[in-house]
Nanobody, 121 residues
């Protein structure tokens, strides 16, 4: 089994910063892309940022210049540093990872349980 466990959510004032982390554990042969998604109330889940195994990152236009995704391959962990937070960043943030459990098993996407981020004064 594979598990993704997120941490770091919470309440922050507009303009503030918050960091999220997500660690994959279990039977893992290789992790490919890792990503953060978010879902605000009444809205569809959207991609926030994605990072490849080699460290190449892409961002949603709404977070470019404010959020930074990074990863530590040795720790099977992906991070999301969020700066200059806005009320519209309020959402449940989900970690996602493209994981191959063994050399002979196909890759699957796994999700974390989600962590709440609230930006409010």
């Amino acid at each position: 089994q594979v598990q993704l466990v997120e941490s770091g959510g919470g309440l922050v004032q507009p303009g503030g910063s918050l960091g999220l982390s997500c660690t994959a554990s279990g039977s893992i042969f290789r992790i490919y892309g890792m990503a953060w998604y978010r879902q605000a109330p009444g809205k569809q889940r959207e991609l926030v940022a994605l990072i490849t195994s080699s460290g190449s990152a892409t961002y949603a236009d709404s977070v470019k210049g404010r959020f930074t995704i990074s990863r530590d391959n040795a720790k099977n962990t992906v991070y999301l540093q969020m700066n200059s937070l806005k009320p519209e960043d309020t959402a449940v943030y989900y970690c996602n990872a493209d994981i191959q459990r063994t050399a002979t098993i196909v890759r699957l996407y796994y999700w974390g349980q989600g962590t709440q981020v609230a930006v409010s004064s």
